[in-house]
């Protein structure tokens, strides 16, 4: 929950309007629900998708999903899972297609949890997320969109924004203020217009694809796998789907062609007609079409994603680009978080408002890099289709330069693995990210051979949680809640004491970065609370590099740090990625025999800084240093 009072002053008033209910959005609400704000959350359409739309949630999504406890209604409903691409294109005789490569879609190299791609319709998604709107007491109201806003600081600074929305039919306003207000309405977003915010398109060729979803009768092989088929009547790239479903994206025309018609369409018929080209020699026919559509697709990004940090875009409303990549749903997940505990920091007196300028810093950077990867990707999956007068004729090219294409098109996607699957999803050097070379006034930031890289995710660990001796996911121990997660990594159980009796000293004094987050509630707070008990904005989490039996809480942990009983670990588990090691945890953070080291990850998942764990004051000081930078940020410091 927030730390300052996020009731409304009365109905008309709120933390923040969000306009848009698609991943964005959602995600951003339900966040910031369970965190104790208010909300208004409004959206155009009169229900939830039904049928089409993004379906595609990436390896590093499935675990953000999973921290935040919606996993498993997410595999309730028995997603496609899709663990290897298939490639597919025209045999040498030059009659019909060949599978000629497959390749993990994601590979041993990416430590994930969850080694594969989650294809789920996004209604059942989104259904997961209102859901638990409802809950925390969020109704999306439907079909309201919002009519104006305008910014009166000076009138108000509690509730600067004031925001008009209006019922889609016209008759109906409402009038409401708020703190924040977040566009995550959609490509055609009102909010980034009203602002001025210009869009630009990275490549100016623009296509028009066709999706269908359907049950289908097939003999080709691989109709469970994801696959990319070219052949010389055109190019299908195929997603399995829940339910016994397929879907078919089919490319029909490009700005690049000759006799180009933005207006161009092509019935059902025509590309099911065409599909069947394309697989020959393998049959298909329907059994039904669950969604049929046809839409424009333009690689493009927004100039800005705010102005003012009052008003914030996301999603779609500051970026465009192919379904190929399934990247959609994932990136706007991942906006709305970054978003989101920023916000939760600002209004809790943890950050100064500035670090809200790191969400466009950050993710700004990572929208760029799908954009660069989606359009190398898009064009050679479009520029590989063979001329076809079945829907839109196209420049023909040599079978020496397609046979070139072929390994361009599979290198391209072996090389994107790692960062579509979200876990090579990096933020740069910043306030909030202090790399080695951050000017920060102590040595014991970034001890030499730590392999974690600031900005980067934090590594998968397996542990054993001594309170119960049940193993678990370290990476998963502190649930999404806002807070920062502190994991100290205490090494060897005995030489280890002294710093950690040094830390606990320093974490209690009044001036400790977590002290001067106290919880107002601090010394009524529930002997059973296991993550927050002194700030709602931190957890400390305690690993040894020792056998569960030889840890006992009471003895070996000391002072505050023992209050976090459900939050010590030993550090026991086999690890393949270093199967040397006797205690895996600490080899793959690079933490090694004799040495200590606290990680502190930020709420998103994302490393924020390392520091030497000794003995002394050092520790305390240094990361007292970062947090108060947090809260003491200025413009001059965040980039």
């Known amino acids: 929950m927030a730390l300052q009072s996020v009731q409304p002053r009365d109905h008309r008033s709120y933390d923040i309007v969000i306009v848009g209910a698609g991943p964005a959005g959602l995600m951003?609400?339900?966040?910031?629900a369970r965190w104790g704000y208010s909300i208004k959350h409004v959206d155009n359409r009169p229900e939830p998708t039904r049928t089409g739309r993004a379906d595609g949630i990436q390896p590093r999504s499935l675990e953000l999903l999973r921290n935040m406890g919606l996993k498993s209604q997410i595999m309730s409903h028995n997603p496609a899972r899709v663990y290897e691409v298939a490639?597919?294109?025209?045999?040498?005789?030059?009659q019909g297609i060949v599978r000629t490569n497959t390749w993990a879609s994601c590979p041993d190299f990416i430590d994930a949890r969850y080694?594969?791609?989650?294809?789920?319709?996004?209604?059942?998604?989104?259904?997961?997320?209102?859901?638990?709107?409802v809950k925390h007491k969020v109704e999306i109201q439907r079909p309201w969109t919002v009519a104006s806003f305008r910014s009166e600081e000076c009138r108000d600074t509690n509730y600067p924004i004031c925001v008009l929305l209006k019922h889609i039919d016209g008759e109906e306003t409402q009038e409401v203020r708020a703190k924040y207000l977040f566009g995550g309405e959609g490509a055609r977003s009102f909010i980034r217009q009203r602002?001025?915010?210009?869009?630009?398109?990275i490549d100016p060729v623009e296509h028009i694809w066709a999706v269908m979803d359907g049950v289908v009768q097939t003999d080709f092989p691989d109709i469970k796998m994801k696959c990319t088929i070219h052949s010389h009547h055109g190019s299908i790239m195929v997603i399995p789907r829940e339910d016994n479903m397929v879907r078919l994206y089919v490319q029909i025309a490009s700005s690049s062609e000759i006799g180009w018609d933005r207006r161009d369409i092509a019935t059902e018929q025509e590309i099911q007609s065409l599909a069947k080209k394309i697989l020959f020699p393998y049959t298909i026919t329907w059994e039904r079409v669950e969604w049929y559509s046809i839409y424009p697709i333009g690689q493009g990004i927004s100039d800005k994603y705010s102005l003012d940090e009052r008003t914030f875009l996301g999603g779609d409303a500051c970026h465009t680009h192919s379904p190929k990549a399934g990247q959609g749903m994932n990136t706007a997940f991942m906006d709305a978080l970054n978003l989101a505990w920023k916000i939760h920091a600002v209004e809790g007196g943890l950050a100064h408002r500035d670090i809200l300028k790191t969400y466009e810093l950050e993710r700004r950077c990572v929208a760029l890099r799908l954009l660069a990867f989606d359009n190398r990707y898009a064009n050679l999956f479009s520029r590989r289709q063979a001329a076809h007068d079945d829907i839109k004729a196209t420049l023909g090219k040599s079978r020496d330069d397609s046979e070139g294409d072929v390994d361009e098109f599979t290198k391209v996607f072996k090389e994107s693995c790692e960062f579509t699957s979200g876990y090579g999803v990096a933020y740069g050097c910043n306030a909030i990210n202090w790399s080695p070379d951050h000017e920060a006034k102590s040595a014991l930031m970034h001890p030499k051979g730590i392999k974690l890289r600031t900005g980067h995710v934090f590594t998968n660990c397996d542990v054993t949680r001594v309170i119960d001796a049940n193993v678990v996911h370290l990476e998963q121990e502190v649930p999404l809640n806002g807070a920062f997660r502190i994991f100290i990594f205490a090494g060897d159980l005995y030489s280890s004491q002294l710093a950690l009796q040094d830390f606990a000293t320093g974490l209690a004094q009044e001036n400790s970065f977590i002290m001067a987050q106290a919880r107002p509630d601090v010394n009524d707070v529930s002997h059973h609370e296991q993550h927050n008990p002194h700030s709602m904005f931190f957890t400390l989490c305690t690993v040894f590099a020792a056998n569960r039996g030889c840890i006992d809480i009471t003895k070996d942990v000391p002072g505050l740090l023992a209050r976090y009983r459900y939050h010590v670990y030993a550090d026991d588990r086999w690890d393949a990625r270093v199967p040397a090691a006797k205690a895996s945890a600490h080899a793959k953070i690079g933490v090694n025999a004799g040495e200590r080291a606290i990680v502190v990850v930020r709420p998103d998942g994302h490393v924020a800084v390392v520091v030497s764990l000794v003995q002394g004051p050092g520790t305390i000081n240094a990361l007292n240093e970062y947090f108060s930078a947090l809260n003491s940020m200025r413009l001059s410091n965040i980039e």
């Open 28 to 32: 951003l609400s339900t966040c910031l």
């Open 87 to 94: 490639f597919w294109n025209p045999s040498q005789s030059g």
């Open 115 to 133: 080694p594969f791609t989650t294809l789920l319709h996004q209604g059942y998604i989104e259904k997961v997320f209102i859901d638990d709107l």
């Open 195 to 201: 602002l001025n915010i210009g869009f630009k398109y």
